[in-house]
């Protein structure tokens, strides 16, 4: 089974600064993707950003960037210049070639900005 | 924006009830799914379905029932709810993925208290 791991429990940052949200996971596909989802106090989902396995380039949308290294399984997310709007819940997960092509989510991080 | 509705958004009801939780999307993806979630914690897959008339079981068990009988709308059912089906019951749907990204669009979520 596939497993991901979030280390970061909780984060507090004060606004205007940069934060990483690290994620790992556990894989043994050599083709997959990965996304981030962000959970508010409101409780919905709402999807970031995808990254496939096969494209290592690490790209930037906006305040959101992310760094994919395939060699060691890591799927870090940035924000830069945290708002407090960007206090949530940050969830990592990989979607593997199974049969069934699943999301497996990690635990998240709780990512608080103060003003 | 996804357009995936659920009703109700919260629902206190006593044991031994029988419930519905109305899931609907408007985006003509086939693949729905049923996620649980308790506060603080990871998504769990309860349910999924590639289409209309398939439905499978996710990785966490679940005392709840689904059906697809049209695109748009895959309700929950339980039907007799006990205390420990309280938690959050998230909708998601995608696209059909092949191997396409398939990222996941989510509803707000429904938070049922069994009293």
């Known amino acids: 089974a596939q497993k991901v791991t979030q280390a970061q429990t909780e984060i507090s940052v004060v606004e205007k600064e940069d934060v990483t949200l690290d994620c790992v996971y556990e894989?043994?596909?050599?083709?997959?993707?990965l996304f981030w989802y962000k959970q508010p106090p409101s409780g919905e989902l709402v999807f970031l950003i995808r990254r496939n396995s096969f494209d290592e380039q690490n790209e930037i949308s906006g305040r959101y960037s992310w760094n994919f290294q395939k060699s060691t399984s890591s799927f870090n997310f940035t924000i830069t210049a945290s708002q407090v709007v960007d206090s949530a819940v940050y969830f990592c997960?990989?979607?593997?070639?199974?049969?069934?092509?699943?999301?497996?989510f990690g635990s998240g991080t709780q990512l608080t900005v103060l003003p | 924006e996804a357009d995936i509705y659920q009703t109700p958004r919260y629902l206190v009801i006593g044991t031994g009830k029988k419930i519905t939780l109305e899931c609907s999307q408007t985006?003509?993806?086939?693949?729905m799914y049923w996620y649980q979630q308790d506060p603080g914690m990871e998504l769990h897959l309860i349910h999924y379905s590639y289409g209309v008339n398939s439905t499978e079981k996710g990785d966490l068990s679940s005392e709840s029932t689904v059906s697809r009988i049209r695109t748009e709308h895959f309700p929950l059912t339980l039907e007799s709810a006990r205390p420990s089906h309280t938690s959050q019951y998230l909708c998601a749907s995608s696209e059909w993925d092949g191997f396409s990204s398939g990222e996941q669009y989510f509803g707000p979520g429904t938070r049922l208290t069994v009293t």
């Open positions: 997960a990989p979607r593997m070639s199974g049969s069934a092509r699943q999301l497996t």
């Open positions: 985006m003509g993806h086939d693949k």
């Open positions: 894989t043994r596909d050599t083709t997959y993707y």
